[in-house]
């Protein structure tokens, strides 16, 4: 075995070492960019994601709730008042704690599941200099409530206010029910799109420094650390929800878009790979492409949705393979001098 041969070796045993728990390797994208068609496998796709309790089942059934219980008509949206803007803020405030903290206090404080499919078996942090207030848990909590709540509910409030005066096309399910479910279907597509893109903007040298790094503490996640982030990236994070002044949608999709960019942040930060029941993993949680990022910075910014990083050459499928192929890259980047 040559020296290069036993460094290539050494390298792959520490990168699956360095893993407490991983899924099925390689991971795959979606089907729904390869050629030639699969259809069987683009249904298969669809019905994991929607005919089966999960995130956008569950999340469907909450904008739903919200939409009938918990928001004001869109008529009283036509004027900007804090008599309808401030029961929607306290909504999403309580819809956060609800899933990050439930989340957090499930697998983090009383240990339900132990570290059974735990991507990453190290601790969060409690002292850290590197953390507001010096822990992790408090910094990703007050970055996610005091500005991510603010920019999620903002942006809701921009949406309706400008639904209601005319200024955004409206849709409803007389005017096109297959329309209506249709964009349902879409709006995740669009989000990973989105965020990939305005991803791949935030890990610019500059951007990153100023911006990004705040997010990028977490180098071990927990379901606080999806949504923590500089208010600067909020802005740009939630911005996907504006394609909505040109796309007709009922309110109903923007609840369903808002709550999918907020609350599947903390789900997909949650640093388990499912909810265990009775030793069947019955819900899917956090995603161990993301998980890799997390750890590597320069790979998987997006998800696999729409396949992004596949198509621009960063993706990290969580193989040693695919591992070594990365330290070559940024091997050869170093020599470029880019």
Not at 160 to 165: K, P, R, V
Request: charged residues 15%.
């Amino acid at each position: 075995m040559t020296t290069q041969d036993k460094a290539s070796t050494t390298a792959r045993n520490r990168f699956e070492t360095q893993w407490h728990y991983r899924p099925d390797v390689p991971t795959e994208s979606s089907p729904l960019f390869q050629w030639p068609l699969k259809p069987l496998a683009i249904w298969h796709w669809f019905a994991a994601r929607w005919l089966v309790l999960g995130e956008n089942t569950v999340l469907v059934a909450l904008a739903l709730i919200s939409w009938f219980w918990f928001q004001p008509p869109l008529e009283v949206s036509k004027t900007l008042s804090i008599d309808w803007i401030a029961p929607m803020y306290l909504r999403n405030l309580a819809l956060m704690i609800g899933v990050a903290g439930g989340l957090h206090l499930y697998f983090f404080y009383w240990k339900k599941q132990g570290k059974q499919l735990r991507h990453d078996e190290r601790e969060l942090v409690t002292k850290g200099r590197n953390f507001t207030f010096g822990n992790q848990v408090r910094d990703n909590m007050f970055w996610t409530l005091a500005s991510g709540v603010t920019f999620w509910t903002a942006y809701e409030v921009l949406m309706f206010w400008a639904m209601a005066n005319g200024y955004a096309p409206l849709s409803s399910w007389s005017d096109n029910p297959v329309w209506f479910v249709l964009l349902f279907l879409l709006t995740p597509l669009w989000i990973s799109l989105h965020f990939y893109l305005v991803h791949r903007w935030m890990h610019y040298p500059k951007i990153y420094q100023v911006v990004h790094k705040l997010h990028h503490r977490n180098n071990n996640v927990g379901p606080w650390s999806g949504l923590s982030m500089h208010p600067l990236e909020h802005l740009v994070f939630f911005s996907s929800i504006l394609i909505h002044f040109v796309i007709a949608a009922h309110p109903l999709h923007i609840l369903f878009h808002m709550m999918h960019q907020s609350l599947t942040a903390s789900t997909s930060h949650t640093g388990y790979n499912g909810l265990l029941v009775k030793g069947k993993n019955r819900f899917a949680l956090g995603t161990f492409p993301h998980q890799l990022h997390h750890r590597y910075l320069d790979c998987n910014y997006g998800n696999p949705e729409v396949p992004c990083d596949k198509w621009f050459g960063t993706f990290h499928d969580g193989t040693a393979e695919s591992h070594e192929k990365l330290q070559q890259r940024r091997r050869e980047k170093s020599m470029s001098g880019t």
